[in-house]
């Protein structure tokens, strides 16, 4: 998409994992704008996704839906499959991650949910392809306004509100070197958006390496959680959230690129793959 249907800037920063809803309805109109808003979303990495509102009540005391806490008053979810091909997880994550933020545009409250949710009910309702993979669940309504005591004590414990330090995620021309702010200008609020992006428990996988020479951003995963590297990748999909993110805060500054592999060659840190590249243009 061109132009974004509302304000990035203020989407992300308004965003956050919600666990407790008020017993409010999503409107039939409002889903209707949700489903419209993505059928027009694709993805650069993989095949399109698909999603379907699944109505299903946790109660008010809580109901733990896998390990990402107990989710409260939740009654609507939206659950989310994709054809398990190359680049089916990072895409994922990429154009579900830009539908959640024009849901929270829209008042809405929501909460990634992966991996090991108790797909039950929810299988059953998607009713996933054999050759898809049925990886996340999101439930979607309306806030109280305030976290519940456990989610404070939960967000602390995860570290959900802070991110790891420039020096952690982004280098010049190799691991070796840190990169400052200066070097690329240009990009340095794509990338903060980046570092801004939710991931599984707060991991933040991405890593990026500038290469002034090639005129691009390399995109490498940097494996923290069991299973990464597995058929199903939930880091892959952190991924995705990320160069989404990044992506749509360039498109935002009129920066052209696009992204491509082009397999740098340079020495990788352990436990690092490298993903794709923002190539610009």
């Known amino acids: 998409m061109s132009k974004l249907d509302f304000n990035l800037k203020d989407a992300v920063s308004r965003r956050y994992s919600m666990r407790t809803f008020t017993s409010k309805e999503v409107s039939a109109e409002t889903r209707q704008k949700i489903l419209d808003y993505a ?81 039950g009910a ?11 993979i049925f990886t ?34 982004f280098f010049n021309g190799d691991f070796e070197n840190p990169l400052s702010a200066g070097a690329c200008p240009d990009y340095e609020e794509a990338l903060e958006f980046l570092r801004q992006a939710p991931s599984a428990v707060n991991k933040q996988p991405w890593r990026v390496v500038f290469d002034e020479k090639k005129r691009a951003f390399h995109f490498f995963e940097k494996h923290s959680m069991a299973g990464a590297g597995g058929a199903v990748d939930i880091q892959l999909v952190d991924m995705g959230i990320g160069m989404n993110h990044f992506h749509l805060a360039a498109e935002e500054k009129g920066l052209k ?22 190539v610009m243009e």
């Not at 929810?122 to 898809?132: G, I, L, T, V």
């Open 39 to 119: 059928e027009k979303l694709s993805n650069p990495f993989g095949p399109k996704i698909r999603i379907k509102f699944i109505e299903k009540q946790t109660s008010a005391e809580g109901e733990k839906l896998g390990t990402y806490g107990i989710i409260k008053n939740a009654k609507l979810f939206l659950g989310v499959a994709v054809k398990n091909v190359p680049g089916a997880q990072e895409g994922l994550g990429y154009e579900f991650e830009q539908l959640v933020l024009y849901m929270t545009s829209l008042g809405l409250g929501t909460c990634w949910i992966g991996g090991t949710f108790d797909r």
């Open 257 to 278: 690129g696009h992204f491509e592999k082009v397999q740098p060659a340079m020495q990788l840190p352990e436990n690092t793959d490298y993903i794709t590249s923002w």
């Open 122 to 132: 929810f299988a059953e309702a998607m009713k996933p392809e054999a050759d898809e």
């Open 136 to 169: 996340i669940i999101c439930p979607v309504g309306y806030g109280t306004g305030k976290k519940r005591f456990f989610e404070k004590i939960m967000r602390l414990n995860l570290k959900a509100d802070s991110r790891l330090p420039w020096d952690k995620l």
